[in-house]
């Protein structure tokens, strides 16, 4: 066959004759401290073809993405990274015996006769990947979010005839969700409105000049007893054919696709059994406390990164019902952010620099003290800490300087075309709100600009 399969959370099956690549295999066990489970088994079949392929390529850090775990039961294969600034990705990867290579950027890499790929990396240690299978072409977006590279995927997916697009759509619960006010009010998450995904699915398709569209990246369930309650948020397949467009076709998310004869068939597997998992499984007791070597660690961890103080006055990890605040500023405080969190998740994650992986899993509670733009901790938190410091390596102020410095060399213009949309997105939410006919219109307007109007195929 030449083709395609789709199963676990965000795994693509390239085939040329044979199983040749496989895309971010999170197959067994758990991820953000055992928060997420997969709420299905990954038949036999495809676990075979899994151990078929030559190259494994991963997207980014995040463990439903990069799982160590269905790593070491596929060590003889090659694995496949984007060029990162950093290459923190290649050398954990590297040092844990594993055989990795970084691509080179934006360049079609030919892997078989009938395949080859394409990579692209952005600042967020983010990467895509574009895959031709015998001239026709897989855009593998995951959970990435567009850094300035979407033009480029725009003039490539112009080229070809009815494109697909593997990404996340979804109401918003893969990130930090649990949200409080300092008088420990719940703020409602974003995810609540539970907004058409239809809608989600027009507008990027329509962005990126896709017609098929095959839902990627949005399989887990909360299994740990105190993140269950974000189970509510979560988005069901049966939730993209909400308000989709005609003009679309929207396939199961597990299947076997033989381009050869432009036919599918559904992989249906078995749904895993609903769990609900004391947070004392997995190392997390919320009774435990910190003691003055943890506190030293946590705080080093913080003020290494430089660029907090410029924005957060202090921030508190509140462990085993101990306040342990860093300041970050001496006086004038005006926001303030406060983590209770269990003490070995938190140290886990100072010790490995993981920082995301507490924000993904929302058992750890997030109070805002001040004045926090859109009420989360984005920009001001967020990037600094889980992106560039952890991530990108780039801690102190002047590391972050060249740390953007590196990647605007990568394509000057599009990524100081990407900083003004940026920074016009910003101004929009928080002058005109997202809950707004204004919005919709700003967000018609983009599209228009931004839409190829080539219709040249091959």
Known sequence: MIGFETIGNATIICHDGKPILATDPWLTGSAYFGSWGLPYTIPEEQWGNLKKCEYIWLSHGHPDHISVESLDKLRDKKILLASHISNRLQDDLSNLGFN???????????????????????????SI??????????VNINDASNKGWGKFVQNITKNFKNPFLFKLFSYGDADMINYFLEDGTRIPPKASLKKPIGDQINFWSRYY??????????????????????????????????RLAPEFELYPAFIRYNLETNRFKEINPKKNIALSIDPTEFGDNWEDSLDSSDTNEVEQYIKKIESLKDFIDFVNFRVGGKDNTIELRTRNFKRGVTFEVPRGSLMTTVKYEIFDDLLIGNFMKTTLHGDWHNNNLYPYFTPYVAKYADNGKAKTKTQLKNYLKQYRKKSPVEFIY???????????????????????WAKKFYLL????????KV
């Open 449 to 456: 600009m931004n839409t190829s109007k080539s219709t040249d």
């Open 209 to 242: 000049g896709t017609k098929s569209i095959v839902p990627s990246s949005c399989f887990h369930r909360y299994q740990r007893k105190d993140s269950s309650w974000a189970n509510q948020f979560t988005t069901n397949v049966s939730d993209y054919t909400n």
């Open 129 to 138: 990947l574009l895959i031709n299978i015998n001239g026709h072409l897989l």
């Open 418 to 440: 990407h900083c003004f949309e940026r920074e016009s997105e910003e101004f929009v939410r928080k002058y005109i709100g997202t809950n707004t006919e204004a919005f919709e």
């Open 100 to 126: 990795v290579s970084s691509l080179e950027e934006r360049k079609w890499i030919k892997l078989t006769k009938n395949l080859s790929i394409l990579t692209v990396s952005d600042y967020f240690q983010d």
